[in-house]
């Protein structure tokens, strides 16, 4: 056999050999060509040619790659691309509640098992760049309620546009995820900061440990247009909300700590009447501030225009949090008298709530702080899953939270009787019993935290409502006992 055919036959070969081995041998198939080349074996243009063929097939298993869909479970069911440019995952919780109470009230205070939270959703990315999400909540007033439904474009971390329903953006315990909050239930604050709307917003990070939102939105609430009464404070106009914060621990580069602070602001104009307020106690028990209706006797379309301001500070440091918000909610009248039949002029509520949470296992909370909340799932140092063989303790909390509201600008006139028609009073008097303008409550809570998906807590509320000038209480006290166990992904 001639030296050209013998070339020949062993190009072949090894072309053979390099291309069936590629898939294992990739990253050294070049170093073997030259090898080959080097000793004569090959003559360069043969080498070329199996270089372009193998060129020709690492482009084509580099498309396959990126084309190709990988499934995970990552905190929830994962899709994944494999450029990861592209994800969507499926989401979902569910939070059963069982809460009992010292006596039983008028107004809907008896011991319950609950479904607080039953959520199921989608939420991705495309080209890593558009975000979307799709969340229902099959526990809502109404069967199936939507309750986020919004597209976000990231072109720039720092100038981000989303658009749809979501949370405006006020509050700090607001804007955290319910799977991750401190304590069963949200302070009593919350119940007068906005939160989910229809709007769009701008927003991002223009600056290393600092962000920012501003939006207009309805001012109407979850699921509804406008021209809407709302069954709560919310005006049915519209509302431009904005809120920015800076964590001082991140611009000093420490990163086992938080320093947090922010303020928000949002003003709602009212173009029509709305219905009253009705504040309910942290323990999720009875009514506390109970108001008549928002309108001038008398008078078209005469409702208020609605500001509220906000304050938020954290200290973080390893597993020891102190927390705290102050809002101050400003109703002013279109017409001279803002409730009907009441007393006439503009009302405020201020609301404020401090909060002391400890990691008893030692876990982080920075490591759960980020875009200006503490929004992220907390991960046990050492997991408990006997099924697994894995016998750690999992993630302990304790902590204590204390909340006032103050709605002493609101008259005895202004107010309707918070438990409703009590068999015990008089007929005479029942409209004079339980009207009540300020809250005080205190909730002491516990929680463990398993494994990182599932969460059991336990917290004790006291609730003390203080009666409008003139009025004599016969019920001014609620205690609690909210017991929960949630599962997560």
């Known amino acids: 056999m001639n030296s050209n055919k013998l070339r020949g036959v062993i190009a072949a070969v090894a072309g053979a050999m390099l291309f069936n081995a590629m898939p294992a041998m990739a990253d050294s198939t070049d170093d073997i060509l030259n090898a080959l080349i080097a000793k004569g074996v090959l003559t360069e243009e043969e080498g070329a040619l199996l270089q372009k063929g193998r060129t020709g097939e690492k482009e084509a298993a580099a498309k396959k790659k990126e084309s190709a869909i990988s499934t995970s479970f990552k905190d929830g069911i994962v899709f994944e691309s494999g450029d990861k440019k592209h994800k969507v995952s499926v989401n979902g919780r569910a939070q059963a509640d069982y809460r009992s109470f010292s006596d039983d009230l008028t107004n809907n205070q008896t011991d319950t098992w609950d479904i607080r939270r039953a959520y199921l959703g989608v939420k991705g990315t495309f080209y890593d760049t558009y975000d979307f999400e799709v969340t229902y909540n099959g526990a809502g007033s109404t069967g199936s309620d939507l309750l986020y439904a919004y597209f976000n474009a990231r072109w720039w971390e720092q100038a981000q546009f989303k658009i749809g329903q979501f949370k405006q953006p006020f509050s700090m315990e607001e804007l955290g995820s319910s799977r991750f909050i401190n304590f069963t239930e949200r302070s009593l ?63 000093m580069d420490q990163k086992d700590a938080v320093y947090h602070i922010g303020a928000a602001y949002s003003s709602t104009t009212d173009t029509d009447l709305t219905n009253a307020i009705d504040i309910r106690t942290e323990g999720r028990g009875t009514s506390t501030v109970k108001t008549n209706t928002f309108s001038t006797i008398g008078t078209a379309n005469s409702g208020y225009d609605l500001k509220r301001t906000g304050l938020e500070g954290a200290v973080a440091y390893g597993p020891v949090k102190v927390q705290g918000e102050w809002l101050k909610a400003k109703f002013e009248a279109d017409a001279p008298t803002l409730i009907a039949g009441g007393t006439a002029g503009d009302k405020d509520i201020t609301a404020w709530y401090a909060a002391v949470n400890w990691m008893i296992t030692g876990e982080n909370y920075a490591d759960v702080y980020k875009g200006g909340m503490f929004g992220g799932r907390m991960k046990p140092k050492n997991n408990f899953d006997p099924k697994a063989g894995k016998w750690g303790t999992g993630a302990w909390e304790i902590g204590a939270r204390y909340s006032k509201l103050d709605a002493s600008d609101f008259k005895a006139a202004d107010l309707v009787n918070a438990y409703g028609v009590n068999a015990a009073i008089p007929a005479a008097g029942i409209a004079a019993q339980n009207k009540f303008n300020e809250v005080d409550a205190w909730t002491i809570g516990l929680k463990w935290i398993p494994s990182p998906n599932v969460r059991f807590m336990a917290n004790y509320v006291t609730t003390s409502m203080d009666c409008a000038a003139g009025v004599v209480c016969t019920e001014d006290k609620e205690k609690a006992v909210n017991l929960r166990a949630q599962l997560d992904f």
């Open 189 to 251: 604050l919350t119940q007068l900061v906005p939160a989910v709307d229809r709007g769009a917003q701008i927003h991002g990070a223009p600056f290393k440990g600092t962000t920012y939102a501003l939006g207009y939105f309805n001012g109407v609430g979850i699921n509804r247009g406008t021209n809407v009464n709302d069954n709560n404070i919310l005006a049915d106009g519209k509302s431009v909300t904005g809120r920015a914060t800076v964590n001082i621990a991140e611009l």
